[in-house]
């Protein structure tokens, strides 16, 4: 990490601040590049969008559509293995999902009309990579190199904000395994697949059992001729939480209803918060649950080799739980042979398994996952010069998933300890960039040159979180893309905790564990002596006269009651015991 020694900022003439003559919380002018037009991209723009003024926003995105992963991903079987109603944001429900478990196109589309509803296509710019950021010191701006992939191209922008909602599953890599390019079939990634390939008929090999695998595998077995899957590690093929079904005309008309719907969704939601006991490596709940699922594998693999093969050791969750409608099942036909073990070597025609033998191949199919490294895909120079490409060279450590210490006026939707495994997940992403904003705010209405969490808090939040994971499954020794593809390093990506928890702890800034620097005295945001109410004249200049006290409590315990509780009486309101 770099050292807690800020550089010296800017300072304007104290009197001369242009300030001064403004009233208090002045809008000034405000540039947010975000990177990635995906799901979270999209909701910077529309939150951005709702709260903010005076404000200037450019997103970003290598592809040629919106959609991030959902619009990349079209390999046979690709679907969303969390229910669909639970993966909306939680203010824009979708009552016409075809089923439980949606597929990408399905989710694509989602998110393309959430964006034409909402008019955010304005603020992405298609086709274009970024490919550096510097931070300016003097400036304190961000100078941003961005390439037209269309006709090579480089534009030079610049920004007071970088929001980074890039993904973290979005670069796809082939193995790197001897051989690979002198193979003379067809080679494909599930990240990168080719619609015109024709596979029926085919042998067709598929390298891995992740999540993409586990798909794809029951989704062409009707089509070819032979599968050969090779297969490295067990894992965990655990039951749906939530049956697979289409959803009859009879449900789609119930969801119609607002209240019908948000009930559903209530119940979803509630089910998927519920998983968190299982997390914790000798609970109660993490035995009852892995002898279930040992049974369960068992039945569906008649094999008793393959069952040696396939069913783990090590806790459920320790790598990412993995549905999977019809895997098992496939791995059982007469269609699937399983190959155990590395592939040592891909040859002219075909690859040599951990079997030792040649398994000839029409195609080859990689579903080997993605770069998880959290690091960047681009360099990003912050405050001493040094590229946070090699600051998380060996550990990705972050202040609660959404900034970094050196990288001032640097947010993230989706960093380092997200919570990606601990319960629902988008409505974590959604209280980042809440939290994003907040700071965002502060920048914008006071005379702030930047904001980076302290040094102190940084280092301190990832000693609790490495102590943390300690009781955790996800330390067990499983290779997982939750510790960067190792089997025994420090868990980087996940959230010390549940995602309520999170919720909980996101709900409003600390700003004691941020380093915030200010241009000129930190008071010139005072300005002239007026408010914004006395220059806005349609506004109500005696709003804080009412009849009852319905304003916000000032603790968190009835807040927290107020907002969750289904019943919060009287009494309690008017604070009467």
């Known amino acids: 990490m770099p050292n807690g020694n800020a550089p010296p900022v ?64 079209t390999y046979p079987g690709c679907a969303c293995d969390v229910a669909a109603h639970t993966y909306t944001w939680s203010f824009e429900p979708n009552p016409n999902w075809s089923s439980v478990y949606a597929g990408s196109k399905e989710i694509y589309e989602y998110f393309k009309n959430v964006a034409k509803k909402y008019d955010l296509e304005k603020y992405c710019k298609l086709s274009h990579r970024v490919q550096k950021a510097v931070w300016n010191v003097e400036k304190g ?92 590690r067990p894992t965990w093929i655990t039951p749906m939480s939530v049956e697979q079904h289409v959803y009859t005309e009879e449900e789609r008309r119930s969801f119609e209803d607002p209240e019908n719907l948000l009930k559903y969704r209530k119940e979803l939601e509630t089910a998927f918060s519920a998983i968190w006991p299982l997390f914790y490596a000798e609970s109660e709940g993490q035995k009852g649950v892995f002898a279930a699922i040992v049974t369960e594998m068992k039945e569906k693999i008649r094999d008793e080799k393959l069952r040696k093969l396939l069913i783990p050791t090590w806790a459920i969750g320790c790598r990412r739980i993995t549905p999977g409608i019809g895997y098992l099942e496939a791995l059982s036909s007469d269609k699937v042979e399983v190959v155990f073990g590395e592939v040592s070597k891909i040859t002219k025609t075909g690859c040599i398994g951990g079997d030792g033998v040649e398994h000839p191949l029409d195609i080859l199919i990689c579903a080997t996952g993605f770069d998880t490294s959290n690091r960047p ?14 600051v998380w060279a060996k550990e990705s450590e972050s202040y609660w998933g959404i900034a970094t210490h050196g990288f001032p006026n640097y947010f993230m939707v989706g960093g380092p300890s997200t919570p990606v495994a601990n319960g629902p997940v988008l409505i974590a992403l959604e209280a980042q960039i809440d939290y994003a904003l907040k700071m965002i705010d502060r920048w914008q209405t006071e005379n702030i040159h930047h904001v980076q969490p302290k040094l102190e808090a940084v280092r301190e939040f990832n000693e609790y979180k490495n102590k943390f994971m300690e009781k955790m499954v996800w330390s067990q020794d499983c290779r997982s893309w939750y510790k960067n593809n190792s089997v025994t390093g420090k868990v980087t990506v996940i959230w010390p905790g549940s995602t309520l928890q999170y919720l909980e702890a996101m709900a409003e800034p600390r700003y004691d564990d941020w380093d915030i620097q200010y241009t000129g005295n930190r008071f010139a945001f005072l300005g002239n002596g007026y408010s914004q109410t006395e220059m806005d004249t349609t506004a109500d200049w005696a709003y804080y006269l009412r009849n009852q006290d319905d304003s916000p409590f000032q603790s968190r315990g009835k807040r927290r009651k107020a907002m969750t509780r289904k019943k919060f009486d009287d009494a309690e309101i008017n604070g009467v015991c």
């Open 377 to 390: 895909q681009f360099p990003v120079i912050g405050i001493e010069g040094k590229d946070l490409n090699d």
């Open 10 to 73: 800017p300072t304007a003439p104290t009197l001369d601040d242009e300030r001064l003559n403004k009233p208090i919380h002045e809008e000034r002018p405000l540039k947010v590049i975000c990177i990635g037009a995906a799901a979270s991209g999209l909701l910077v723009a529309y939150k951005l969008q709702r709260s903010f003024e005076n404000y200037e926003l450019t997103v970003y995105d290598k592809n040629d559509d919106i959609g991030g992963t959902w619009y990349e991903n």
């Open 141 to 232: 701006r961000w100078e941003v190199e961005v390439q037209n992939l269309i006709d090579g191209t480089t534009i030079q922008d610049s920004c007071d904000m970088i929001i980074n909602a890039g993904g973290l599953l979005n670069t796809w890599k082939l193995p790197d395994i001897e051989g690979i390019n002198d193979y003379k079939g067809t080679l494909l990634h599930t990240a990168h697949w080719d619609t015109s390939v024709e596979l029926e008929g085919k042998r067709v090999g598929i390298i891995g059992n992740g999540s993409s695998a586990i798909q794809v595998v029951p989704a062409i077995a009707p089509k070819v001729d032979k599968i050969v899957n090779f297969i490295r």
